[in-house]
């Protein structure tokens, strides 16, 4: 099973607000969607999901499993819980949300527990985020490369995060991009700006395609229906060997997901 080059991310959208941004994003075209225990919104993610029509079986739903939750029997209660509020009774992809801080719960412990889940049928693929290089290969160490469906990892112009992707390319582990907009910091960056008017494009458009044109997943969020489907014509948009050596040159390892009490010792 392949993992959806376009996707909704829910991170910060609670209530009603991320019941009207995923509605609206399905009715717009989007068919997958990305959701965590800590967003708190699991449920109504599920309550949009059933309300929108959409048939179960076109639908890619990932969720993450919070560090709280990683010793075995909680991790599988979690997802269990998960699913509850989601209405579903599995999910296409589960990750883990972040490595453990500290080794506080061995790896091999939760993402044991994580492939346990795959085996009862409860999710279809599993994967990781935020995991660094050497956090990465122990993950291959205990599961094998070819179980891990993906690495979800903060990507955007700001933060090209190189030397991360390329240890997962040649791993063969697909990259999901989250942040892909860094909030909308390079919205407003005259390089983007200037590739957009080229293309008669929207910043956003461009900084999405540059990750989808280097094999990326992206999962952006919006809460305006027609930005969400301004946002899926990224797909339609190519840009030039030298759209992207510009946007190459404005790498300045730019982090904004970067937790101080869970967060890893970055690459």
Do not use: C
């Not at 607000?17 to 969607?33: E, K, Q, W």
């Not at 390089?191 to 999962?219: D, N």
């Amino acid at each position: 099973m392949s993992i959806p080059a376009f996707g909704l991310g829910t991170f910060r959208l609670k209530g009603q607000t991320v019941i009207d941004s995923v509605r609206n994003a399905l009715d717009v075209g989007y068919r997958a969607i990305d959701t965590a225990q800590i967003y708190e919104n699991e449920a109504e993610v599920g309550q949009a999901i059933a309300e929108s029509g959409v048939a179960r079986d076109e639908l890619f739903i990932t969720t993450k499993i919070w560090i709280a939750n990683f010793h075995h029997d909680a991790l599988l209660d979690s997802l269990r819980e998960s699913l509850r509020k989601l209405r579903t009774d599995h999910v296409e992809l589960t990750l883990i949300h972040w490595p453990s801080p500290k080794d506080a719960v061995p790896m091999a412990e939760y993402l044991g527990a994580l492939a346990e889940a795959k085996s009862q049928g409860l999710t279809r693929q599993i994967g990781i985020s935020n995991f660094t290089v050497a956090q990465t290969r122990q993950a291959i160490e205990i599961l094998g490369a070819g179980a891990i469906a993906t690495n979800q990892i903060e990507v955007h112009p700001y933060l090209q995060n190189r030397a991360l992707i390329a240890f997962l390319k040649d791993q063969g582990i697909h990259v999901t991009a989250y942040m892909s907009l860094a909030y909308g910091e390079v919205l407003k960056d005259p390089v983007i700006q200037a590739i957009a008017e080229r293309h008669q494009a929207t910043p956003a458009q461009v900084a999405l395609a540059w990750a989808l044109q280097q094999g990326f997943a992206v999962i952006p969020s919006s809460t305006k229906r027609d930005n969400l489907a301004g946002n899926l014509l990224a797909a339609d948009l190519r840009l030039s060997n030298e759209d992207m050596a510009q946007i190459a040159t404005l790498d300045r390892g730019h982090r904004l997901a970067n937790p101080e009490a869970i967060a890893p010792a970055w690459d």
